[in-house]
């Protein structure tokens, strides 16, 4: 996985994640908090690349259900790296409270 400023010649067809702009700063709600309002809105989309680029260059990608779209190379061949995060005592026991609580066992 390559995410660095480094000039990398992505091949057409390459798995890769872009950045788009949604929503400019001026465009977002005014509902929204002030430190929220100084950001744009951007969304991160995974597809193959339709044509030779390197990163930071504008693409179009098509998505895997087929959707083309565009935006910034940002990340080649991008990992799924997600997790639920710590350990939580708790949850260990909840399952088998609830149970307790609900049929007074």
């Known amino acids: 996985m390559f995410t660095s400023e480094v000039k990398v010649l992505i091949k057409k067809g390459t798995f890769i994640e872009i950045e788009t702009v949604v929503l400019q700063c001026e465009d977002r709600s005014p509902a929204i908090p002030d ?3 100084e950001t744009p809105l951007k ?7 339709n044509s030779d680029c390197e990163l930071g260059d504008e693409v179009e990608i098509t998505t ?9 190379a940002k990340v080649v061949e991008p ?3 997600h997790n639920f995060g710590s350990y939580v005592s708790e ?4 399952g088998k409270q609830a149970k307790e609580m609900i049929f007074n066992k």
Request: hydrophobic share 40%.
């Open 91 to 94: 949850i260990a026991y909840i």
């Open 43 to 49: 969304m991160w989309v995974r597809g193959f690349v």
């Open 35 to 37: 430190d929220t309002k």
């Open 79 to 81: 990992s799924y790296s």
């Open 64 to 72: 895997t259900i087929g959707r083309t779209m565009r935006g910034i």
